[in-house]
């Protein structure tokens, strides 16, 4: 192919990667546009591809005539359109392993701040109230019992790092891994069950939409802990936030949010055993960069007639 290929940036995902995209190609960045309908009309027709991590729906793909190429900063792909790609003969790519320890680093942060209640620790000390009487016991997070949901490349990191403190684990994956030495549990309900944490790291989509349902968030209890790192759709907000509330489950720590950047209000109000924080789990400098020249590596790849390094169809 003669000439830099055209590359739509949908949003903002880092700059330092986003200037490096120049070298390898015209980039048109739709997040600076202020008329982003009139942006798109003019450019429709001469994108090759786009870079982003959201905003691809069947509709955005249906824009673009020439579109050959979707690289997708992100290894959770259920924001792009990948069927609507597919039946067009689009390749699709992610972005996985490069930040599968920083999502495992924040799970067993936001496990340690749920056991621990850190946030509400250090909301404490600075308010003063130490003089007057000591912080509220907590429940240990060493030797406790952790349930997995997705042992997958991230779930084996989450894993490694709880068995560094001395925990249970157990995982539920639909199918079984052979070489793992955790036990695999079939049914999510008994895991929960046998379970005082419960970390959340599966795909997001249609499949796994609402996994963690009332049955799982009871089975774990009043005195367990769910932390969600994968996607806000994997578990039934409602039923999480009405057993919060009335007492059938203990804490949650949670990444992530059915509605994103829109996190449910009634959870802001739950300072005492609810952990928040805005879809950070890969947000430190060296991953986002990794991921970052990931995309970079497979468009160059692309339309250099290489094989796609992480290809996803
Ligand atoms: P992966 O290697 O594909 O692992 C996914 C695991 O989930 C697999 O072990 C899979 O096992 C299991 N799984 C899939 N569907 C399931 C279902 N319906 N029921 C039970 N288990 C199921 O993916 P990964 O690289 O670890 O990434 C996992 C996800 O983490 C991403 O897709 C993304 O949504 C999320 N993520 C979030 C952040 C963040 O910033 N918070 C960052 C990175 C990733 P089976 O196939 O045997 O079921
Ligand atoms: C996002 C993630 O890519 O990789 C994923 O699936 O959820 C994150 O790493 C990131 O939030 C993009 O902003």
Not at 130 to 146: E, L
Not at 180 to 195: F, G, I, N, T, W
Not at 202 to 229: F, H, Q, S, Y
């Amino acid at each position: 192919m003669g000439g830099k290929p055209n590359v739509l940036t949908i949003v903002p995902y880092y700059q330092r990667a986003l200037d490096r995209l120049d070298e390898i190609a015209v980039v048109h960045h739709l997040h600076k546009a202020d008329d982003k309908p009139a942006f798109l009309a003019k450019i429709a027709d001469k994108i090759d591809a786009i870079a982003t991590f959201q905003g691809c729906d069947r509709e955005m793909v249906s824009r673009f005539p020439n579109l050959k190429l979707i690289a997708n900063f992100g290894v959770g792909y259920d924001g792009i359109a990948v069927d609507a790609a597919t039946e067009r003969g689009i390749k699709v790519t992610n972005t996985p392993d490069v930040l599968n320890d920083c999502v495992a680093d924040l799970a067993l942060g936001l496990t340690i701040s749920g056991r621990r209640k850190l946030p509400l620790a250090d909301a404490f000390t600075r308010a003063g109230k130490w003089p007057a009487g000591h912080f509220q016991f907590t429940q240990k997070v060493h030797h406790s019992k952790v349930g997995i949901v997705g042992l997958g490349r991230i779930g084996a990191e989450i894993a490694a790092r709880c068995a560094a403190f001395k925990m249970e684990i157990g995982y539920h994956n639909r199918a079984l891994k052979p070489d793992v030495p955790y036990r695999y549990y079939p049914d999510l309900v008994e895991m929960a069950r046998d379970s005082e944490i419960l970390i959340v790291i599966t795909p997001g989509g249609k499949a796994t939409e609402g996994l963690i349902n009332e049955t799982v968030i009871e089975a774990l209890g009043k005195d367990g802990l769910l932390v969600n790192v994968a996607r806000g759709s994997v578990v039934d907000t409602a039923a999480m936030i009405a057993c919060l509330k009335d007492g059938r489950l203990g804490a949650a720590a949670l990444d992530v949010y059915p509605d994103e950047p829109n996190v449910p209000e009634e959870l802001f109000a739950m300072t005492e055993n609810v952990v928040l924080t805005p879809h950070i789990a890969s947000a430190t400098h060296d991953t986002r960069m990794a991921m970052g020249m990931l995309v970079y590596d497979n468009i160059k790849a692309f339309f250099s007639g290489e094989e796609l390094l992480t290809p996803v169809n």
